[in-house]
């Protein structure tokens, strides 16, 4: 069932009544922003959903007390669907993504052969990163230090203690323990002319002394899975630090989908790096 039949439609004139404004910044808004999302009638005229007006009203009342319009406009959206889990997300959104088990010491490599990949292409990748505790981001932050210098942004999520966005570095966003995608390991790069994204999530319970810890793994090249994956990703960094999900957005929203035939040649190059790397172990 659509939203259309779920919920009254409103046209564009009763959504000025509702909410004050014009006729002319809706579509603004809708055009520079993908906000609000209207449905088309085969006539073109827009319908609203009432959702749509609890959302600008809510944007209207951040804007009044001095927010920039993106960032009120992100924390609206957010607001409205959240996000409990980037694994539960990717899999409601993509039933047709069947998970794998894995093991920690084969997630490790697989990361690696794809931001070696990412890296190698040098096209300023969108890098976000989820590490589960902060420990295991340390491990690693020479390594994504490096990689935040090639990236046109890069986030990490881990229960750190407070936000930090330094210059040289990803941007450190902290979730707490208790939240979903605590359990998480994702790492998703989103670029003009390649995409790549993985989210591993860690089952309770499943470990027993001496056990490899064990993951569900979702793994994908598909643009349309990556973008997805990004856009999770990003409504969940909008809550704590707005202006850094409204500029990833920004830049979501300027990335063309990659060409099927250079997304294959990645998945290519990812598999060799990856055999590469477990070979060399063996």
Do not use: N
Request: with cysteine.
């Amino acid at each position: 069932m659509s939203r259309i039949e779920e919920e009254p439609a409103l046209s564009i004139g009763d959504v000025v009544r509702a909410t004050g404004l014009g006729e002319a910044t809706l579509r603004a808004w809708e055009r520079r922003y993908g906000f609000p999302q209207p449905q088309r009638e085969p006539s073109g005229h827009r319908r609203y959903a009432v959702d749509d007006v609890a959302r600008l009203l809510r944007v209207i009342a951040e804007r009044e007390r001095g927010i920039e319009l993106p960032v009120a406009i992100e924390r609206a959206r957010v607001a409205s669907t959240g996000v409990p889990s980037l694994f539960a997300q990717l899999r409601e959104r993509r039933p047709d993504l069947q998970p794998m088990t894995v093991s920690k010491r084969h997630l490790v490599p697989l990361a690696r052969a794809i931001e070696d990949e990412s890296a190698a292409r040098a096209e300023r990748p969108l890098l976000i990163g989820s590490f589960q505790r902060e420990r295991y981001y340390r491990q690693s932050e020479r390594r994504w230090r490096e990689l935040a210098r090639g990236a046109e942004s890069a986030f990490v999520f881990a229960d750190f203690e407070r936000l930090q966005e330094p210059a040289d570095a990803p941007a450190e966003l902290p979730i707490d323990r208790s939240h979903p995608v605590s359990r998480e390991w994702a790492l998703v790069c989103a670029a003009p002319e390649h995409g790549a994204c993985m989210v591993a999530w860690e089952p309770p319970g499943r470990m027993r002394p001496g056990d490899a810890r064990q993951f569900e793994l979702l793994l994908s090249v598909e643009p349309s899975v990556v973008r997805e994956a990004a856009e999770a990703a990003t409504a969940l960094a909008a809550p704590i630090a707005p202006e850094l999900a409204a500029r990833a957005r920004e830049r979501l929203e300027q990335l063309p989908p990659p060409l099927p035939e250079k997304q294959l040649r990645l998945s290519s190059a990812i598999t060799a790096r990856l055999l590469s790397s477990l070979q060399g172990k063996a």
